[in-house]
Each structure stands twice: as structure tokens, then as C-alpha cells.
């Protein structure tokens, strides 16, 4: 699989650009309106093209080699429930999604991915959107799937459930297939963790392993207007607290050799993951740079797709591309 391009909008940290990276696909294009998220690509991926820009503002006129791309790829902020629509801060992720669909009237890829919520596949509150894009798309001979992930499915130590669409030329859509399972077994926190949690001579590094014998739950990046990092809601804090890890903020560090770690005791006797870790727990590698402060980084963390989705999904995509005839032909 060479010479697919894609073009990633709201690219944030980059886990689904890295996960396309990894399926064989180059970025002709990463666009995202925060300065720290920018940074961030840039300092792992020097050679990508990276614009500091809104969607909501970004012409396509003015960059031509988006033209024509293979694929259209967005990982866009979790728009809200239906509880919570009509909110200011939730219309704009409405219009992010629109923003994407009226993009692919413009540079005319391949193929579309958008990820979002599990509910955006399937659940009624969104059958608006869905029509939508089906009412935008198909006259223009797109296909479409809708499907649900789990991240914990392809080796990733999160319970990550997330809604995805792909559409795909007509040509060969008969040819796509929603990526199936890579592992058998779930990662745990423990087995993810163990060996930074270990770093700086923890001596309970492995007991704290063993009791962390789960997949973490959903990280949740949170909002820029609100608070600080926590790993999550309440439910999220005590399935946490059952692993021995204070879910209620982060750790600047992993334990150093003098840590007494006795959850019985109470938060202060917890372990706090560290952005570096959340990183891990999210499946990005560990040579991954985050650029900013705590809270920014972890914002960005939070809020990415685990790059084994994105190579799954890019292989998947890939994979119906290369059933093109005229390609075949060509090649």
C-alpha cells in the first residue's frame, strides 16, 4: 500500500494521522485551530504540512494540494447528547461535522472517515446528522457504513468505544469492510504501565501492576472552559480507584522509590498517572512529544484517536481502495 494521501482535519495530537501513517497513507494536509496541538505535530512530525487554522474557516482554494486526495480524514470533538444540544458550546461541534461533509463538495476525496461518538453511528438523537450527510454525499457517488470501535478491540488498554463513518467512492464500496478485532485479550493498565510505573525504583511497581489488571476506562480530555485534568466522571474515578490510581488529577511524575503506595488510606496513598502514561494508555508510542502545559497535554491526549484505531481503520480503507479496477490497471 503506497501512495495514498489523505488530507486529516481537527487533527489534535495525531493519533489518527499516525494511525494513517502507519496504514500506508501521507498527509498532504494537518489542520487545527490550537496552537499546542500544532506544536505537537510539528515537533514529531517535522515534514508534515501543518496549518494553525479553524475549520470553520479553512478554504481549500488557497491550499490546491488538497485537491483530489484519497482520503478526507477527521477526528472531530465528541458532539454533545441530545440533553445538551442548543448549548453554545455544543452547536460548534455540530458545525464541525457539517464543516467536513460540505469539504468533501470541495477536494473531492476517495474516501471520507470521521470518528465521534458511539451514539453518532447509530443512536436515533443523531439520525439528523446522518441524513444530512447522506442527503450531501451520495449524490456525489458515495457510499456509506456506519460502525462502532472499541479501542481495547486492537491492543489498546482503554475501554474506547467510538462511532465512525466511512464513505467510500461507488466504485468500491462493495469492496469495504469495518476492521476487524487485532488482538484476542485485552491490554491491561497494569501490563501497559509497569515498566514506567517502575522508572524511578519504585519498589511496588508490580504488586500496583497486578491489582491494575483491567483496561482502563474512557480518558476524557474535558473542555478548555472548564476545570482541570481528572481521568474522567464519577464512574470512571471509581473504577480507578479500584486499580489503586487517584482519578481525581494527575501526576507531574511516576512514584519514586520512597512512595507509600496504600490505596485503603485514601487518595493521597494513590498512584497518579502522568500525561506521559495517559499517552500510553491511549496507544500513542512512547517517544510521542505532547507540547504544553499539563492540563493542554492532557487535553490533547484525552481527546485523540488511539493510533491503532487509526491504522486499523487507514488499512480498512486502504484496502477498498486498492480494489479500484482502474487502479489495478494502472499499476
Excluded at 481527546?303 to 499499476?331: F, M, R
Aim: aromatic share 6%; hydrophobic share 40%; proline share 7%.
Amino acid at each position: 500500500m503506497n501512495g495514498l494521501t489523505f488530507v486529516d482535519v481537527c487533527s489534535g495530537a495525531g493519533g489518527l494521522a499516525l494511525g494513517l501513517e502507519q496504514a500506508g497513507f501521507e498527509p498532504r494536509l494537518l489542520l487545527d485551530e490550537d496552537q499546542d496541538a500544532c506544536g505537537t505535530l510539528s515537533a514529531n512530525r517535522p515534514h508534515w504540512n501543518v496549518l494553525r487554522t479553524d475549520l470553520l474557516d479553512f478554504d481549500p482554494s488557497e491550499h490546491p494540494d488538497t485537491y483530489d486526495v484519497d482520503l478526507l480524514a477527521a477526528g472531530l470533538p465528541r458532539v454533545k447528547s441530545s440533553a445538551t444540544v442548543g448549548r453554545p458550546e455544543s452547536d460548534i461541534e455540530v458545525r464541525l461535522l457539517e464543516a467536513t461533509v460540505y469539504l468533501v463538495h470541495a477536494i473531492r476525496p476517495r474516501a471520507l472517515l470521521i470518528e465521534n461518538v458511539p451514539g453518532l453511528a447509530q443512536a436515533a438523537e443523531y439520525q439528523e446528522f446522518r441524513d444530512f450527510a447522506h442527503a450531501e454525499l451520495s449524490h456525489l457517488g458515495y457510499e456509506f457504513s456506519w460502525f462502532v470501535v472499541n479501542a481495547v478491540d486492537f491492543g489498546v488498554p482503554q475501554n474506547r468505544r467510538q462511532g465512525v463513518l466511512v464513505a467510500v467512492e461507488a466504485a468500491v464500496a462493495a469492496s469495504f469492510r469495518p476492521p476487524a478485532p487485532t488482538v484476542r485479550e485485552a491490554m491491561t493498565v497494569g501490563e501497559a504501565l509497569a515498566e514506567s510505573m517502575a522508572s524511578r525504583g519504585w519498589p511496588d511497581a508490580a504488586r500496583w501492576a497486578a491489582r491494575a489488571d483491567q483496561p482502563a476506562p474512557t480518558l476524557v480530555g474535558g473542555s478548555k472552559n472548564r476545570g482541570g485534568a481528572d481521568l474522567g466522571p464519577t464512574g470512571a474515578k471509581r473504577k480507578w480507584a479500584t486499580m489503586g490510581v487517584n482519578g481525581h488529577t494527575l501526576g507531574d511524575t511516576v512514584p519514586d522509590a520512597d512512595f507509600e503506595w496504600d490505596p485503603e488510606r485514601g487518595r493521597d496513598h494513590m498512584v497518579k498517572i502522568t500525561v506521559q502514561q495517559a499517552a500510553l494508555l491511549q496507544g500513542f508510542p512512547a517517544d510521542w512529544e505532547v507540547t504544553g502545559r499539563k492540563t493542554a497535554r492532557y487535553r490533547q491526549v484525552g481527546h485523540a484517536t488511539p493510533p491503532p484505531v487509526g491504522k486499523a481503520l487507514g488499512l480498512a480503507v486502504a484496502e477498498a481502495l486498492e480494489a479500484d479496477p482502474a487502479l489495478s490497471a494502472a499499476g
